[in-house]
Every structure is written in structure tokens, then in C-alpha cells.
Nanobody
Framework: QVQLVESGGGLVQAGGSLRVSCAAS????????MGWFRQAPKKEREFVAG???????RYSDSVKGRYTISRDNTKNTLYLQMNSLKPEDTAVYYC???????????????????WGQGTQVTVSS
């Protein structure tokens, strides 16, 4: 199985940028469909972005055009570049790995098998 550790969260002003990372160990990321989710206080965990084994990407409408998901197989690391951040982007961000077959991006949290511990992103107004 794979172990996931997020890093790179922090406090940023609205309009700023931040990149969060997800380092994997145990197995290579290319074996999985990968995703980023976030959870704000008193809200459900929501899909943010995903990348399939075939490198197809998909984004939620709320982040499309501002966020970019990428994967560096040589470093076995998943990234989420976040630009033009808004206060409503404030949340704990989680990376996740899905063993489900297929080339499409997995957007449903229950279909992910492994999760990191999360990293806090706070956007001030």
C-alpha cells in the first residue's frame, strides 16, 4: 500500500498563490488515480482536483482556471498549484490515492483507498 504525506500549507493573502505537495512512499504514484480534496469547518469533504493514471485531469468548478494538479513520477510526489486564492478556499487539503481501474478521474471520496493527514490552507481577506 501507499503512504501519503502532505506539506506546503500555510497562511496567504487573498489573490496570492500557494503550492501544496503530497509525497508518496511504499508504492509509486503512477499506479494510482490521485486526487485532492478539501474540508472546511462544518462542511463536507469536497473534490478539488484529480489526475488519472493516464494523466487526465479534472477540476471542480470552484477552482477551475485557478488550480493545477500535477504529478512528478521521478519524485513520487503529487502537487496542487493554487493561484488567485480566495478566503473561501480556506480548508484542510487532503491528497488521496485510488486503486480503482480505468483511465477516468475519480471524483468521489468513497472511491479513494488511501489518504494523507491533510495540510491547512488559510486565505485571509
Amino acid at each position: 500500500q501507499v503512504q501519503l504525506v502532505e506539506s506546503g500549507g500555510g497562511l496567504v493573502q487573498a489573490g496570492g498563490s500557494l503550492r501544496v505537495s503530497c509525497a508518496a512512499s511504499g508504492r509509486t504514484l503512477s499506479n494510482y488515480n490521485m486526487g485532492w480534496f478539501r474540508q472546511a469547518p462544518k462542511k463536507e469533504r469536497e473534490f478539488v482536483a484529480g489526475i488519472s493514471r493516464a494523466a487526465l485531469t479534472r477540476y471542480s468548478d470552484s477552482v477551475k482556471g485557478r488550480y493545477t494538479i500535477s504529478r512528478d513520477n521521478t519524485k513520487n510526489t503529487l502537487y496542487l498549484q493554487m493561484n488567485s486564492l480566495k478566503p473561501e478556499d480556506t480548508a484542510v487539503y487532503y491528497c488521496a490515492a485510488s486503486e480503482r481501474s480505468g483511465i477516468v478521474v475519480v471524483t468521489i471520496a468513497d472511491r479513494y483507498d488511501y489518504w494523507g493527514q491533510g495540510t491547512q490552507v488559510t486565505v485571509s481577506s
